[in-house]
């Protein structure tokens, strides 16, 4: 199993733009989660899923879209970008809907709004 | 509205002593809690999980307590090792019950260095 994926790696974009965050994993986990990391913040939900064609909003998710068309991805759009929206982005996956709740995270997209 | 804190930002501890990592959290009446430990330039790795009936876990070296009336756990590490150093982040559900599994919310995490 790759686990979870996550594309592009490093990521440098002009305010305004607008971009598409890439998470998958082959674990057929029901439940997925996005978060930032800033310094001195620890993680920041932004928005989650918990199964295909379920999502719903976490702790900061104003300037993100998401959608769960299969279980295995879960996009995150950034739709005008922002410097504030600079940070390094994570995808988890988890099997919560069946009574194991350790999320698996991968390696993270860091990602710069000039 | 919840909040998590983990009380020391970093710790420094000599090699083969037990380092003690603290999180608080109000607001909550979580129905477990976790631990993460998180190297430089990398994705968290879960460690542990606790839930509300349970005191003491343990994982190797590893010990966590979970005090819901103090509204507290604590993450102790035994005979520390410098491969050892990393952030520690714990993390809770951010609703009561295990219904918001998906909703975990986590705390700023501790730096923790062991030193030779």
């Known amino acids: 199993n790759a686990g979870v994926t996550q594309t592009p790696k490093f990521q440098v974009l002009k305010t305004g733009q607008s971009m598409t965050l890439q998470c998958a994993q082959d674990m057929n986990h029901e439940y997925m989660s996005w978060y930032r990391q800033d310094p001195g913040m620890g993680l920041r939900l932004i928005h989650y899923s918990v199964g295909a064609g379920i999502t719903d909003q976490g702790e900061v998710p104003n300037g993100y879209n998401v959608s769960r068309s299969t279980t295995e991805d879960f996009p995150l759009r950034l739709l005008s970008a922002a410097p504030s929206q600079t940070s390094v982005y994570f995808c988890?996956?988890?099997?919560?809907?069946?009574?194991?709740?350790?999320?698996?995270f991968g390696p993270g997209t860091r990602l710069t709004v000039t | 509205s919840q909040k998590i804190e983990q009380n020391s930002e970093a710790l420094n501890i000599q090699e083969g002593k037990t380092a003690t990592l603290t999180c608080n959290y109000t607001n909550y009446s979580p129905a477990y809690l976790q631990w993460y430990r998180q190297d430089p330039g990398r994705g968290p790795v879960f460690l542990l999980l606790?839930?509300?009936?349970?005191k003491e876990k343990r994982k190797e070296r590893l010990k966590v307590t979970f005090d819901t009336t103090l509204k507290q756990s604590l993450f102790h590490i035994t005979a520390s090792q410098p491969a050892d150093s990393a952030t520690y982040l714990c993390a809770l559900p951010g609703l009561p019950g295990y219904s918001s599994a998906s909703k975990i919310i986590f705390g700023s995490g501790t730096r923790l260095s062991i030193r030779p």
């Open positions: 606790i839930r509300e009936n349970e």
């Open positions: 988890a996956s988890s099997l919560a809907g069946q009574g194991k709740y350790e999320q698996y």
